[in-house]
């Protein structure tokens, strides 16, 4: 989880994710639609594929990169346990403070 | 949203915050809860209030520390976004390859 967030934590690599949402891509690709080098996109590659939120695959000479939805559903799954645990006490507040309505 | 994603991306606060979400508490509370000195609480305290996912008050002399619900919602509507334009994706695919289902 702390590697999830940490690679979610560059808008860089939050926009390749992004970019990876709408059909996997080659390496080149994902370089050329973020005017990187190759080499900048191979560092955020390894730093998504590490956490899981990326898998790539080499064939011949072309790595294909895709979105693996299990990092991400996992990240969600811990916000909105968070977010639900506080409105539903803000649920019971609202209770103890109008006990009518 | 790089700061709140780099501040979930550590266990402690993100223990912090899942505290926090039960309701208020002091600096003290926090730090006895997670046995850590009220430094290495406050040091977190400071990422936390940064990135706006925790808001603190000093009364007297006691700071009090209360979650601030949006900026959960702003990443986990990030995330949320993305998971289900992967999910649409799929079911492109499946009208395409199964197109009488």
């Given at each position: 989880?702390?590697?999830?967030f940490q690679a979610l934590a560059d808008?860089?690599?939050?926009?390749?994710?992004?970019?990876?949402?709408?059909?996997?891509?080659?390496v080149s690709e994902l370089a050329g639609?973020?005017?990187?080098?190759?080499?900048?996109?191979?560092?955020?590659?390894?730093?998504?594929?590490?956490?899981?939120?990326?898998?790539?695959?080499?064939?011949?000479?072309?790595?294909?990169?895709?979105?693996?939805?299990?990092?991400?559903?996992?990240?969600?799954?811990?916000?909105?346990?968070?977010?639900?645990?506080?409105?539903?006490?803000?649920?019971?507040?609202?209770?103890?403070?109008?006990?009518?309505?």
């Amino acid at each position: 989880m702390d590697r999830i967030f940490q690679a979610l934590a560059d808008g860089t690599r939050r926009d390749m994710v992004e970019r990876l949402v709408s059909g996997p891509a080659s390496v080149s690709e994902l370089a050329g639609s973020h005017s990187m080098t190759l080499q900048a996109v191979m560092q955020h590659l390894k730093v998504l594929e590490a956490c899981g939120l990326v898998r790539t695959e080499k064939v011949g000479r072309v790595r294909t990169c895709a979105v693996q939805p299990d990092g991400l559903r996992l990240a969600e799954a811990w916000l909105s346990g968070r977010r639900t645990g506080w409105e539903n006490r803000l649920d019971r507040l609202g209770e103890l403070l109008e006990p009518d309505s």
